[in-house]
């Protein structure tokens, strides 16, 4: 009996507690689980977001949709040819600010073959930029280019590193020459 008055105790519920756990601005209003969006602006796609969970938190000051199970945006010229692509493991898009913050794992690759690797990935809609402040490393099809910090355009044509770190330069011709000597030890 003692041992049961012990379990009604410890099972008491602070009100203001709960009340701040299940507040309207800290659930998700929708939860959207595997899903492909697509943003098109008349009729020509602008850009995909592939996703495999998205919760949306459309209210308060800062409204937002939370990207927490991997996302990939896709988005594409005004021709329909390719751009870029953003993967990230998670992301954030602050709607009212106009402004995406990816994280974990960010790789952006580009039409022109540019691949960007960091932590952390900010798109501003507002000034057309992309930028970090994280480490980065981008590898281009003559150079590999270490950094903290980074400024580009949005399809990632064009960058400037803050803060470089390292630089390597890539022989093009030695490696198609290795590839095409590993190809001919494979047959």
């Known amino acids: ?15 203001n507690e709960v009340n701040r ?5 800290t659930l998700p209003v929708q939860t959207i689980i595997q899903s492909q969006i697509k943003y098109t602006d008349s009729t020509i796609l602008q850009f995909t977001v592939d996703a495999g969970k ?10 937002r949709d939370e990207f927490t199970d991997g996302v ?8 329909g040819d390719f751009e870029s692509q953003i993967n990230a493991e998670r992301a954030t898009n602050f709607t009212k600010r106009e402004l995406m913050v990816a994280e ?3 790789v952006l690759r580009n039409y022109e073959g540019k691949m960007l690797e960091t932590e952390q990935l ?3 809609d507002k000034s057309d930029r992309i930028y970090t402040h994280q480490f980065v490393k981008i590898t281009t099809p003559t150079e590999i280019l270490f950094g903290d910090g980074l400024e580009a355009k949005p399809d990632f044509s064009e960058f400037e590193i803050q803060n470089i770190k390292g630089r390597i330069k890539v022989d093009t011709e030695e490696s198609d020459s290795t590839s095409i000597n590993k190809e001919s030890q494979i047959k």
């Open 104 to 106: 974990n794992k960010v």
């Open 122 to 124: 900010m798109w501003d």
């Open 21 to 25: 756990l299940t507040r309207h601005e």
């Open 54 to 63: 998205i919760d949306r938190y459309p209210n308060g000051e800062d409204p």
């Open 72 to 79: 990939e945006v896709v988005t594409y010229s005004e021709n």
């Open 1 to 15: 009996m003692l041992v049961g008055i012990f379990v009604l105790i410890g099972c008491e519920n602070d009100i």
